[in-house]
């Protein structure tokens, strides 16, 4: 069991360059979750989706764009990335939202923007 | 949204017991995470806390209280693997979860 993956694993882009950010999960989990993690701030939301074929805003979502077109994937899109979306993205899934139903969180994509 | 404080650093000997004190303030309450991170990877769940009280999982506590917003994550019998940052994270009435900074605990031989 695979759990949750994220692809890639690092990355370094230029600044106005177009970058997805893939995440896929194998346990049928109805919500996704797209965080960033920069040093002294902690984790912060940027995109969520409650179930397949929808998805909300987080704490910082401009200049980042989801989709959910079915329950395992959950891509996450810099249209035109500037250095201030250096950072590590962590993609994280739960069986629902509400609950005892902890966010189960994949191994991350360190991105540099340059 | 959340306002969630943690300290940043804690040291401590192996075999000692440590202490995480978590406060937050939320315009609503829908439960309390602890994460641990291990430095370059991803957090894992520890513990969650709903209800006021102490929830017991082996070495690792987790105390909640909601008339005071605090919460603390109790470390007993420490060992070198624990040395780690512990996340402490607040669900919102939208079942979104907010993050406080991490605390960075370093376990000392």
């Known amino acids: 069991i695979a759990g949750i993956t994220q692809a890639p694993t690092s990355q370094i882009l230029a600044a106005g360059r177009r970058m997805t950010l893939r995440c896929t999960q194998d346990m049928r989990h109805n919500a996704m979750y797209w965080y960033r993690q920069d040093l002294g701030l902690g984790l912060r939301l940027i995109h969520y989706?409650?179930?397949?074929?929808?998805?909300g805003k987080g704490e910082v979502p401009d200049g980042y764009s989801v989709s959910r077109a079915n329950t395992d994937d959950f891509p996450l899109t810099l249209a035109s990335a500037v250095p201030s979306q250096t950072s590590v993205y962590f993609c994280?899934?739960?069986?629902?939202?509400?609950?005892?139903?902890?966010?189960?969180f994949g191994p991350g994509t360190r991105l540099t923007v340059l | 949204g959340q306002n969630i404080d943690q300290p940043t650093e804690m040291t401590a000997t192996e075999g000692a017991i440590v202490q995480i004190n978590c406060t937050y303030q939320?315009?609503?309450?829908?439960?309390l995470f602890w994460y641990q991170q291990h430095a370059g990877e991803a957090p894992t769940f520890l513990s969650y806390n709903v209800l006021d009280g102490l929830e017991e999982k082996g070495r690792f506590s987790s105390f909640l209280s909601r008339s005071k917003g605090y919460s603390y994550l109790l470390l007993k019998e420490l060992q070198m693997k624990d040395s780690a940052s512990y996340l402490c994270a607040v669900r919102d009435r939208d079942y979104k979860l907010s993050f406080g900074a991490g605390t960075t605990v370093t376990v000392r031989a």
């Open positions: 989706s409650n179930t397949a074929g929808t998805t």
């Open positions: 939320t315009s609503g309450f829908n439960g």
């Open positions: 994280a899934s739960s069986e629902t939202t509400g609950g005892y139903n902890e966010q189960f």
